[in-house]
């Protein structure tokens, strides 16, 4: 992990010698509106032209056949109910700047998620809960690697009896879609996954592989780390298992990951547990510090 911004961190000999090797860049920038008041620098256009800068020096990390994913919150005008359009106009920014390729759109749902914003959802009750995320998945190619295979969910409880059955009506449903007589008999071993994702701590509908994300004790481990030595801890951690999910999908074991805004190194931690090579910037020591929580174990083991 670099201790540093990422406009400085690209000039950096750790980050030129992997220029054109980085399977995966997964990162949730910091946010357009508050950043002014969290880290004293752009808002509004200077906030949008300072992502659509970082957009070509990004991408030419990617190794050809690599993503880009973003993960961005609904943002809000301050003091009105009213949604900031910034976010979205800074992702189609970089997107063009960066030369990519739309691949997906993805939602985040995270039903766990406490009211906000707080003041028009709870008590002026004129808003809905704000409740998911946008996760942007981009690349240079057509066709990035990825392979839904490897985040494959549990089949339902009525695929089960289909396949156990083997008996289901075929024919032409009235969406137009044709049913043929047995593409529902193969078992694939789980369900292909859905572009809404649901991942909250503790949902046992995760694919398999992500299990192992869907306690708290990563988090725990970190908390108890900030707690004990003084650190502050990331007040906008991402889910641990949306990590996981994107990094299970699209890169494969001795992969390299890239977060340029690393934060409490949801990103590294989750591509450390598959298997998968990373690295992470944070322009915060303290963020970065803390952040070694979540890797006791590994540490202790080594020592
Ligand atoms: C939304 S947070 C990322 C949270 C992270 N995904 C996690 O799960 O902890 C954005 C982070 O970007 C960092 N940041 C802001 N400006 C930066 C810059 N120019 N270079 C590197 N990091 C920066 C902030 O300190 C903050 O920790």
Known sequence: ????????????????????????????????????KRYGNETGEQYLKWLESLAPRLSDLLAPQ??????????????VPVMSTLGLEALLAFKRAGNLHLCQQLICHNPARLPSPAQWVNVNRER??????????????????????????PYS????????????????????HVISTSGFLTDHGGAIAPNVLRISEDDAALPEALLQFSGTSADFKYREYCKTHGHELHPARMQMGLAG????FLTEPGDLILDPFGGSNTTGYAAESLKRRWLSVEASADYALGSRGRFIEQEEKAA
């Open 1 to 36: 992990m670099l201790i540093g911004r990422i406009e400085d961190a690209l000039e950096h000999d750790n980050l030129r010698a992997v220029a054109g090797k980085v399977n995966l860049i997964f990162t949730s920038p910091p946010f357009p509106l508050v950043r002014k």
């Open 66 to 79: 690599g993503s880009i994913v973003i993960e961005i919150g609904n943002s809000w005008e301050p003091g």
């Open 128 to 153: 809905l809960k704000d409740s998911f995320t946008h996760v942007w998945w981009m690349s240079r190619d057509h066709h990035p690697k990825a392979d839904n295979r490897r985040v494959l969910l």
């Open 157 to 176: 409880g009525h695929m089960k009896g289909l396949l156990k059955s083997k008996k289901y009506n075929s024919g032409v449903r009235p969406s137009g």
């Open 245 to 248: 999910f994107l990094i299970e």
